[in-house]
């Protein structure tokens, strides 16, 4: 009976702690759609590392978070936003994550946002962006 108890014990912490770490999770990836959805680059830095692998168009490379907002409030003020849709998620073996979405601005021109979030700090529960790549559609003019 104790040993059953301490299953169920031990089951139940564990359900509630995945439960607590997904839903952390799901609210940051729900503060990155929503600085997306709103063309908000200081939002979007908040979930930023202190450095990430930047790509879009000229510019790549690792980037400070303040050199990868300033490049995205450029990018906001010509591309303001209609729609961010994400369309795929998932996890790679090093406990990082991907999300895959297309940002779709006022004139109809898409991109493809792909970025990676990883914890980079052990007392910080909360993900960073660690890498973002921005890549411009086929359809659109080739000067944005």
């Given amino acids: 009976m104790k040993k059953r108890t301490y ?3 031990t089951l139940l912490f564990l359900a509630a702690f995945l439960g607590v770490s997904f839903m952390t999770n799901s ?3 729900m503060d ?3 600085a997306f959805t709103k063309g908000n680059a200081k ?3 908040v979930y930023m590392n202190d450095m990430l692998e930047f790509y879009f168009e000229n510019t790549e490379g690792t980037l400070s978070r303040s050199q990868v907002e300033f490049i995205l409030l450029d990018f ?3 591309n303001p936003p209609k729609t961010f849709t994400v369309k795929q998620e998932g996890t790679a073996g090093d406990n990082s994550e991907f999300v895959i979405a297309t940002y779709t601005n006022t004139n109809g021109c898409r991109f493809r946002i792909y970025y990676v979030l990883k914890k980079q700090n052990k007392t910080k529960n909360e993900e960073q962006i ?3 790549n921005i890549s411009k559609g086929k359809q659109c003019p080739s000067k944005i």
Wanted: proline share 0%; net charge positive; hydrophobic share 40%.
């Fill in 7 to 9: 299953i169920y014990t």
């Fill in 27 to 29: 609210s940051v990836k």
């Fill in 32 to 34: 990155i759609k929503n």
């Fill in 43 to 45: 939002q979007l830095s």
């Fill in 76 to 78: 906001f003020s010509k």
């Fill in 130 to 132: 660690v890498e973002l």
